[in-house]
C-alpha cells in the first residue's frame, strides 16, 4: 500500500539528502516507511501524517495536526542528529524520515487539497489510487512535483514555518 509508492519516497529522499551516509540515509528511509506501515493506513487519526484529513475533519486542523508531527520529528532529528550514540543517531534520522513523510505525500496528486482518507468505507476507491501501478508510482512523478516536494522538504529543513509548506 503506502501513498507515494516506496520507490518515490526514495527517490525524492535520496535526491535531497546525496551527501548523508548510507546508513543514514537508510534509517531516514526507514522513518518514511514506517510512516506507511500497514497498521498507520487503517488507524483512526493518522491521515494527517499523509497530507490528507480524517471523515468530518477539517483541512485546517489536519494541517496543523500534520505541522506539530514535522516539528516534533525535525526537533527529535536536530537534537540528535550527530550523536556519537549509534541510537541516538538512529533514532534522529528515522525521525527525519517520518517529518518528511507527510510534506512529500502533499505533492501527491492523489493527496491535493487534503482529501479525506476512508479506506473503510471505500477500500478500493482508496486505495487503488496510491502508491505502486498508480498516479503515484515512479513512472508518473513528474519532475514539477519532484521539484514542489524538494522544495518544501528544504524550507522545513531550514526551519521554515511549516504551515506554509503544507497548502
Known amino acids: 500500500m503506502g501513498l507515494w509508492s516506496t520507490e518515490v519516497h526514495e527517490l525524492m529522499l535520496r535526491t535531497l539528502l ?20 500497514t497498521a498507520n493506513q487503517f488507524a483512526v487519526d493518522s491521515s494527517f501524517q499523509h497530507a490528507m484529513t480524517d471523515p468530518g475533519q477539517s483541512v485546517d486542523e489536519a494541517r496543523k ?15 540528535f542528529k550527530d550523536s556519537n550514540v549509534g541510537r541516538y543517531r538512529t533514532m534522529a534520522h528515522r ?17 491535493e487539497g487534503w482529501q479525506t482518507w476512508e479506506p473503510t468505507a471505500h477500500p478500493l476507491d482508496s486505495i487503488s489510487g496510491h502508491g505502486n501501478r498508480s498516479p ?28 506554509c509548506v503544507m497548502r
Open 136 to 163: 503515484e508510482d515512479l513512472k508518473h512523478l513528474t519532475s514539477a512535483r519532484l521539484n514542489m516536494a524538494l522544495a518544501k522538504m528544504r524550507r522545513v529543513m531550514r526551519g521554515e514555518d511549516c504551515t
Open 18 to 37: 546525496p551527501k548523508m551516509s548510507s546508513s543514514d540515509l537508510f534509517n531516514v528511509e526507514a522513518g518514511s516507511a514506517f510512516v506507511d506501515r
Open 65 to 79: 495536526k500534520a505541522c506539530q508531527f514535522i516539528l516534533t520529528n525535525i526537533s527529535l532529528y536536530e537534537k
Open 95 to 111: 525521525a527525519l524520515g517520518m517529518a518528511l513523510h507527510p510534506i512529500m505525500d502533499s505533492t501527491s496528486p492523489s493527496h
